[in-house]
């Protein structure tokens, strides 16, 4: 059983560019979830995909957005890039709402 | 607003000794989770606990809730050098959609 895979590991980014983060479920998990964590804090809940659709958000401006595909991979998009957005980003897959999260590698962004 | 906070944030103990991470949370929920991150790496799921009174245990952790005091503790026996790492609270709220909020996580270091 594969588990929760996301790329790429590292990435360099500019103010005001644009970034997109993917991540690969665990099999048959319907649910993803994604973090921000900045270094030595806890992670940052971003928002939830559950069956395609967004169902929960954090405190994060409209320039992070996401999808979810039929698969139950998962994209997340941030905009406009700003330095404070330097940080790891961690995916998370469940079996449904509520339930164990399995967490990926994550993904290291530096913004300069 | 919720707000999950751990105390200690900070936790340095010899092998052998036993101590205790609290979880205080300050709105309703009835799903607290614990997680364990090492430097570096991403978090790995310990326990969910579901319910007031609920109690999980593996290995040298048990987890246990209490919701009407809004409190979940994290006790280790006779620590290990291996269970050095951060640990993190989290709570769900769910209203209809989902939200996860972490605690500041407590960095626990094993003493040999």
């Known amino acids: 059983e594969t588990g929760v895979t996301q790329s790429p590991t590292h990435l360099i980014k500019t103010r005001g560019q644009q970034v997109t983060l993917r991540c690969s479920s665990q099999s048959g998990h319907n649910t993803v979830s994604w973090y921000q964590q900045a270094l030595g804090q806890g992670p940052q809940f971003i928002f939830q995909y559950y069956r395609e659709e967004e169902n929960g958000r954090g405190n994060f401006p409209p320039r992070f957005s996401g999808l979810q595909f039929p698969n139950y991979s998962s994209e997340l998009n941030v905009n406009a890039l700003e330095l404070d957005d330097s940080a790891l980003y961690l995916c998370a897959s469940s079996l449904g709402q509520g339930e164990t999260q399995y967490f990926g590698p994550g993904t290291r962004l530096l913004v300069l | 607003e919720l707000k999950v906070e751990q105390n200690p944030l900070f936790l340095s103990m010899q092998e052998g000794k036993n101590y205790t991470i609290y979880c205080n949370y300050s709105?309703?929920?009835?799903?607290l989770y614990w997680y364990r991150q090492d430097p570096g790496k991403s978090l790995e799921s310990l326990f969910v606990?579901?319910?007031?009174?609920a109690v999980k245990q593996e290995g040298r952790l048990m987890a246990s809730l209490d919701t009407k005091a809004r409190l979940s503790t994290l006790h280790i026996t006779a620590a290990v050098h291996d269970l050095s790492a951060t640990y993190f609270c989290a709570v769900a709220l769910a209203s209809g959609t989902y939200k996860y909020i972490f605690g500041t996580g407590t960095r626990l270091k094993v003493l040999a």
């Open positions: 606990l579901l319910s007031n009174g």
């Open positions: 709105t309703t929920s009835d799903r």
